[in-house]
């Protein structure tokens, strides 16, 4: 038995093949291929796709493939794909390729699912993306974009667009996506810009649109706000700054005297600061014990930070202090303090405010100093804490990087120049503050900050006049009086129930039309599996609102034909196991009681 078990591969090849195999031959190199059994295919070994592709494309275009798709689907229910379109603005990249591939499988998927569904290619024309090409023309020539008359600069601007434009659509139906490309549509039509206008006059009619002002990424190269998209994160050295505010009025007595201590990485915001934000989180009131060299301290000023920073603080300032006090936050509140440019020579009292505290919950002890300096015109938080307690500002910082003329001593100076390098508003702030006696010390660091993708300079935060569309006042449209979100949101869900009622319909009745003619086996019918548990009941919800109630008993297999419109009671044969299925209509409306997936 056991060399009937050594010998039965041998025997088994020499059955295959009709060849011995000598085994006792060190010097055999047996051949197996005829050994291995592959199916018969007429497939080619290499699909050859650089060269088939182009011929696949061309045939599809040569019988108009897709207006014998719209031929077809006359009558269909409807599928819009709502595409965001790309900007004309160079080749297409992987991310341009990888958005138009997907939504052209969704409107494949969804003519493949009975709809009518149409796709119009288009391409935005309009915006930074497009002008800059257009400037780096420029500037390749060594000239001025403000030196080109704005409607030259526009032309130039429109037929870059359209020459990209024909470019893109080539590459695009290269990917093999199908639309009515020979009528695409671009922003920058007359019609197009006409039907925006009509738009935001709707919204301006209503009462919607309105301008207000927002923080945003600014370009001081570009001379323009940025979105997410456009912002790219690169190791940038900074000098941070730990900076007095003299406390002039407390309801705590053994505050009269202190300082609050800041800590910043932009030091060009300390002529837009308006306040003080704190944390909830104990803080310490601590006394100049030693001054060691290279310290700005003196000798027995009173300073606060916050407690789980004291180690680090005094590290950075080079002071030796003792504790006077624990504070609490609630110490904090009401605590006004003076500007640390309050009386400066040249600067026509434009400092001389009060800068009171606040508390943000943005406010942390991962570094600084537990007190975070708020100008409301840089800054995400410190506009929202603005927004909040109605804090007053003004503008600091022009679109161009400049300290506005009424920013007395520093007007002018530049925060980041026209080419993005660092301009002279850090040093001469600085410089300032040590006049004033209000810095404690400084130091450079390294870390990730925003710059733009394109021209890879820095960004500073402005807040700027912006246009926007409320989303949460109530209005009057068609006949509803809601707000823009509640009406968008009721829209998803028509659009929603819509395809699920479709879809329902047409595979159920595709089913059991199958089921009928014989041409799918009874298993077949059960789209999604499910397990049934002896004669219990049990319950799911497999999609939204619909509810299904399951009962199976164990039976001889049967052979039964469901009528399409026996889908209300149900059999399906599910191995040996006959299931009854209820299907009840929930809250879904047009459904009615069908064989979901």
Partial sequence: ???????????LYRCQTGHYLDVMSENAKPDYRDTVFLPKTDFPMRGNLPEK????????????LYGRLRTASKGREKFILHDGPPYANGNIHIGTALNKILKDIVVRGAQMLG???????????????????IEEQYRAKGKDKDDVPKLQFRAECRAFAEEWKGVQSEEFQRLGVTGDWGHPY???????EAQILREIYKFLDNGLLY????PVMWSVVEKTALAEAEIEYQDHKSTTLWVKFPVIKAANKDLDGASIVIWTTTPWTIPANRAIAYGDFHYLLMEVAEVKEGSLAK????????EDLQESFTAEAKIGAKVVAKLKADDLNGVVCSHPYRGRAGAEGYFDYDVRLYPGDFVTTEAGTGFVHIAPGHGEDDFSLGQKYKIEFKDTVGDDGRYLPNVKGFAGLYVYKPDGSVGEANGAVIKALIEAGALLAKKNISHSYPHSWRSKAPLIFRTTPQWFIALDKPVEIAGQKKTLRELALAAILRNDEAVRDHTFKRRAAERAAGFEQGRVEPAAMLIRPFKVN????????PFGNSQILIEAE????AGFKPHIDDIEHLQIIFGFQIAEIFLRRAAIPGIGPLLLE
Avoid at 6 to 11: D, F, H, K, R, S
Avoid at 554 to 557: F, G
């Fill in 554 to 557: 164990s039976v001889r297999r």
């Fill in 186 to 192: 671009t922003t920058m039509t007359k019609k197009a």
């Fill in 299 to 306: 000798s027995g000023e009173r300073l606060i930070v916050a």
């Fill in 211 to 214: 301008q207000g002002v927002k």
């Fill in 115 to 133: 709809y009518d569904s149409p796709y119009v290619p288009g391409w935005d024309c309009h915006g930074l993306p497009i002008e800059w090409k």
């Fill in 1 to 11: 038995m056991a060399r009937l078990f050594v010998l039965w591969p041998i025997i």
């Fill in 53 to 64: 592709e182009p011929h696949l494309l061309a045939r599809w275009k040569a019988m108009d």
């Fill in 534 to 541: 002896g004669s219990r009941p049990a319950q799911f919800r």
